[in-house]
């Protein structure tokens, strides 16, 4: 089973199973309401600070020389990151995967890349059609309310009616052809796979890179020297 306990700390999932001879006869799965107000388990904050202060943290992997600003500008210069380092067709990130809205100019520590994306999703490769990669956007558009997936290689455009419903979505892939099967290998992390993806049998390949360590691996080498290009609108109404 894959469980999911939302995001922002705001829940903890419970999931009970009860096993007779090695086999699963129920399951429980809720999600436990975190309270504000509750005091600290003082001996689990301190073994979180042994992690957080861990010198190596600390190192410097690169100076950049402007402030990345903006949930879907990192995003983008994630998903860069993505389609550099997988050498994919397109890639993309979602606005949700970040978790700090600035990277300040001057000195990037492996800490602060962490405080950007603290989950270090594994990163897939997925071959997908241009009607995929619209159902993908749709799913996305459904759990998050508007733009909320950055895309590298390509862009869309989300088109609604008079009501404000989804309408259609344009796809603009630029430069970039498909394969002769007419799909397009592109990048995502696990998270946006199995959560997005999950209604639909799509086959994915491994490529044993995880995104913060390319992410890592990104700003080290560019330094973040020349702008990326966003390419859906920076002021999403989504959720984040």
Do not use: W
Request: aromatic content about 10%.
């Amino acid at each position: 089973d894959v469980v999911q306990a939302g995001n922002y700390g705001k829940y903890l999932g419970y999931y009970r199973v009860q096993l007779k001879k090695g086999k699963v006869i129920s399951s429980e799965y809720k999600l436990l309401k975190i309270e504000d107000g509750k005091s600290e388990d003082i001996p689990m904050k301190k073994k979180a600070d042994e992690y957080i202060n861990n010198p190596a943290f600390n190192k410097v992997i690169a100076e950049i020389p402007n402030a990345a600003k903006g949930n879907i500008y990192l995003a983008t210069v994630m998903a860069n990151a993505y389609l550099n380092e997988c050498h994919a067709d397109l890639a993309i990130q979602n606005e949700g995967g970040v978790r700090i809205h600035e990277l300040p100019a001057g000195p990037v520590t492996i800490k602060k890349v962490y405080e950007l994306d603290p989950f270090d999703n594994s990163l897939l490769i997925v071959e997908m059609t241009p009607d995929d990669i619209k159902y993908l956007i749709e799913q996305s558009i459904k759990m998050q309310g508007d733009y909320d997936l950055a895309p590298a290689g390509f862009t869309y455009k989300i088109i609604r009616n008079e009501k404000g419903e989804l309408s259609d979505i344009e796809l603009d892939f630029m430069k970039t052809m498909p394969n002769k099967s007419g799909k397009f290998r592109i990048a995502i992390n696990s998270y946006v796979f199995f959560a997005y993806l999950k209604d639909r049998s799509f086959t994915s390949t491994e490529t044993g890179l995880y995104s913060t360590q390319v992410l890592i691996n990104y700003i080290r080498d560019t330094r973040l020297a020349e702008p990326v290009k966003v390419l859906i609108p920076e002021e999403s109404k989504g959720k984040y």
